[in-house]
């Protein structure tokens, strides 16, 4: 495989799209992850693209997509019925 093409796989594998927000994993229920994300721009493929991951492991946002008052919403409901949890 040439150079170029393995540079353009990684960069794929690199690139995340975040779906979800306070996911199990199917083969650990016991574990509650802050998000689950897709290979972007592919989108979500399969359970076994999944990624998934804790708030404290995000380096650098590339991009925030729209915010809702429902988000918003959402997003404080979220924050106190997890904050007891930690």
């Known amino acids: ?43 979500h493929i399969g359970d076994n693209t999944n990624v998934f991951f804790n708030h404290n492991q995000i380096n650098k946002v590339f991009f925030k997509g729209l915010e809702t008052k429902g988000e918003k919403a959402l997003r404080k409901q979220l924050k106190e019925i997890f904050s007891d949890k930690k």
């Open 1 to 43: 495989m040439s150079a170029n093409l393995l540079n353009f796989y990684s960069q794929l594998i690199a690139d995340k799209e975040i779906y979800g927000r306070k996911q199990q994993q199917a083969d650990n229920e016991d574990k509650v992850w802050d998000y689950v994300a897709c290979p972007y721009p592919q989108g």
